[in-house]
């Protein structure tokens, strides 16, 4: 299976201030079709999850401009410009290449 | 609106079995892969099983393979996962969610809770 490393698992942030969360990817994800099945989703307490972040770089219908996602192949970053109050959750990458899908262990923002 | 709507979820002892429903509407239900993923407490998300638009191919995490079953009544607009021999490290949130055609998750229920214990 493949296997999703974030990194850091706890990121304290400042609002208005940026944040980064690396994803590494065991192998690439890169399909032939040329996009990166790389996807980026955001658990706030108590909540499910919600998509921010799909094929590595398209944000999700609704999703701030803040959020931005980069990368190519095993190695990808989601960036969020000014961090705002209600961005605080868990952040999880997961790729769609290959089956299993598997997820990153996820990376705690937190104010 | 897309809606998801999981149900089943209660306390079992280990070994038994449990079966797990997920109502979808908003949606054409029976154009679409859905799929299984878990949350144990605490815990990052795991994704179990997808089933196909007709329910004639389905595929599973190695870990639940054998055990647990993915199912779909599509008249019913409803996806299912049977749960047998349940241990210990099954106790997870289980959400159902729907593919997009790009393989993503844009739409996930709220999950319905599994405990097991004795």
């Known amino acids: 299976d493949i296997v999703m490393t974030q990194s850091p698992l706890s990121l304290p942030v400042t609002p208005g201030e940026p944040a980064s969360i690396s994803c590494r990817s065991s192998q690439s994800l890169l399909h032939r079709n040329g996009n990166n099945y790389l996807d980026w989703y955001l658990q706030k307490p108590g909540q499910s999850p919600q998509l921010l972040i799909y094929f590595g770089s398209n944000r999700a219908s609704g999703v701030p401009d803040r959020f931005s996602g980069s990368g190519s192949r095993t190695d990808f970053t989601l960036k969020i410009s000014r961090v705002e109050a209600d961005d605080v959750g868990f952040y999880f990458c997961?790729?769609?290449?290959?089956?299993?899908?598997?997820f990153g262990q996820g990376t705690k923002v937190e104010i | 609106e897309v809606q998801l709507v999981e149900s089943g979820g209660t306390l079992v002892q280990p070994g038994e079995s449990l079966r797990l429903s997920c109502a979808a509407s908003g949606f054409i239900f029976s154009d679409y892969w859905m799929t299984w993923v878990r949350q144990a407490p605490g815990k990052g998300l795991e994704w179990l099983a997808s089933?196909?638009?007709?329910?004639?191919?389905?595929i599973y995490v190695g870990s639940v393979k054998g055990r647990f079953t993915i199912s779909r009544d599509n008249a019913k607009n409803s996806l299912y996962l049977q749960m047998n021999n349940l241990r210990a490290d099954d106790t997870a949130i289980y959400y159902c969610?729907?593919?997009?055609?790009?393989?993503?998750?844009?739409?996930w229920g709220q999950g319905t809770l599994v405990t097991v214990s004795s």
């Open positions: 089933i196909n638009e007709d329910g004639g191919t389905k």
């Open positions: 997961m790729q769609s290449l290959h089956t299993p899908k598997t």
């Open positions: 969610a729907r593919d997009s055609p790009q393989s993503y998750y844009e739409d």
